[in-house]
């Protein structure tokens, strides 16, 4: 696509239950990263990808937290046994990967809501 | 620990002045800086970059300066416009991995 897409746009769950979050990068993008912003912080990194590997997973909050990556394209973010501290935008962007002087592309967010 | 710092929450500026907008970083490992706009409901977009073997790059309205021994790298938007009003993250890096500010609110009134 033209851009980074992320589905859903919205997501409102309840307490407890997984959700799977995605993010189709642009095509040819081998750098994949995910981001979250809680209300009124900045962005927080979660995890990168390089390809199918996931060369740093140090932002990662929990145990609870997984992500992965399949034929170097689409990602998925999966949030187990959700928390209300989960509620937060979820942003993916890719890029062109390594060095990083070529800007990030970010997708429009996930705006996840657990009650 | 904030390794990339954005110490003003806001900044209030006058259509057609000028913009500062301030960046602080302790990693000495950082060699590269962006700064992104976000507007609501939307994601980020790139706005500037510079390398740090530079301290100075400029981009029509849009000039980022970087001063290393300070550990300091400045946005500077003149003249500013009303469709700058967003909010403004730097974002710096050492290897593959971006590490963003807080961001900054920017408000360009007439």
């Known amino acids: 696509g033209a851009g980074v897409s992320q589905s859903p746009s919205n997501k409102v769950t309840e307490k407890g239950k997984d959700v799977e979050l995605r993010c189709d990068p642009i095509?040819?993008?081998?750098?994949l990263y995910w981001y979250r912003q809680s209300l009124g912080q900045g962005l927080e990194f979660l995890i990168y990808?390089?390809?199918?590997?996931?060369?740093?997973k140090s932002g990662l909050p929990s145990d609870r937290f997984s992500a992965e990556r399949t034929g170097g394209s689409v990602s998925t973010l999966t949030i187990q046994r959700t928390q209300q501290e989960d509620s937060a935008v979820y942003l993916c962007?890719?890029?062109?990967?390594?060095?990083?002087?070529?800007?990030?592309?970010f997708g429009q967010g996930t705006r996840l809501t657990v009650v | 620990d904030q390794q990339v710092k954005q110490n003003s929450p806001s900044l209030s500026v006058q259509e057609g002045r000028i913009s500062i907008l301030n960046c602080d970083y302790t990693?000495?490992?950082?060699?590269?800086f962006l700064w992104y706009k976000k507007y609501p409901a939307e994601g980020p977009t790139f706005l500037i970059s510079?390398?740090?073997?530079?301290d100075k790059n400029e981009d029509g309205r849009f000039t980022v300066f970087l001063n290393k021994s300070a550990k300091h790298l400045s946005l500077h938007i003149v003249p500013s416009q009303p469709g700058d009003s967003a909010v403004y993250f730097c974002?710096?890096?050492?290897?593959?991995?971006?590490?963003f500010g807080t961001g900054t609110r920017l408000q360009v009134f007439p």
């Open positions: 095509s040819g993008h081998t750098a």
């Open positions: 510079i390398s740090s073997i530079k």
């Open positions: 974002a710096a890096s050492a290897s593959d991995k971006l590490i």
């Open positions: 990808f390089q390809g199918n590997s996931a060369p740093d």
């Open positions: 962007a890719s890029s062109h990967g390594r060095p990083w002087n070529t800007e990030a592309f």
């Open positions: 990693n000495s490992m950082f060699d590269y």
